[in-house]
């Protein structure tokens, strides 16, 4: 059974840094590409970055420059490195695996003074 598991959520400050991890078991990180969503109070759920089994990575042009999407393979673990956060990265994060079409369950984010 394919588990995808988000951690590292919490409230910070606006122009601190957070990093989200995402801890997959039951698959194969190098055989599917992984992402990362959010979506905020209100809204549909938008995507946030993409990483690829041969780890090419693309952002959401909002994330670029402040987003970093990585993966640890040898340990299925996904990251992503949020620095200068903003008030409107508000939202609950998820990952998500394209091959194994499987969510996290999410993780709150909120930033806040």
């Known amino acids: 059974q394919v588990r995808l598991v988000e951690s590292g959520g919490g409230l910070v400050q606006p122009g601190e840094s957070l990093t989200l991890s995402c801890t997959g078991a039951?698959?194969?990180?190098?055989?599917?590409?992984m992402h990362w969503y959010r979506q905020a109070p209100g809204k549909e759920r938008e995507w946030v970055a993409s990483i690829t089994e041969s780890s090419s990575t693309q952002y959401a042009e909002s994330m670029k420059g402040r987003f970093t999407i990585s993966r640890e393979r040898g340990r299925n673990i996904l990251y992503l490195q949020m620095n200068s956060l903003k008030p409107e990265d508000t939202a609950v994060y998820y990952c998500h695996s394209t091959y194994y079409s499987s969510w996290g369950q999410g993780i709150q984010v909120t930033v806040s003074s």
């Open positions: 039951g698959l194969i990180f190098s055989r599917t590409s």
